[in-house]
């Protein structure tokens, strides 16, 4: 009777690792989920102020703001 008191025991808790298992993959998964948005979010976002700043220099350059400059510390 014991034995199989422990038997149905050890299936409960299989069965318990198994869900807990498949809660923390679920839960790992919308963490990666939820991670790989942000970086892609914060690499569009680094690139759009880079290109904004590129774009600033190739004004300024233009305009001779930063040349004079570069030509002065040359």
Do not use: D, P
């Not at 009777?1 to 923390?24: G, Q, V, Y």
């Not at 600033?56 to 030509?71: A, E, I």
């Amino acid at each position: 009777i014991i034995t199989i008191h422990i038997n149905i025991i050890c299936k409960k808790l299989k069965s318990f690792e198994a869900l807990r298992l498949l809660i923390i993959f679920k839960f790992q998964f919308k963490l990666t989920v939820i991670y790989v948005a942000f970086v892609i979010l914060i690499i569009t976002f680094t690139s759009f102020t880079l290109f904004i700043f590129l774009n600033n220099v190739k004004y300024y350059s233009r305009h001779g703001y930063l040349l004079s400059k570069f030509n002065a510390n040359n």
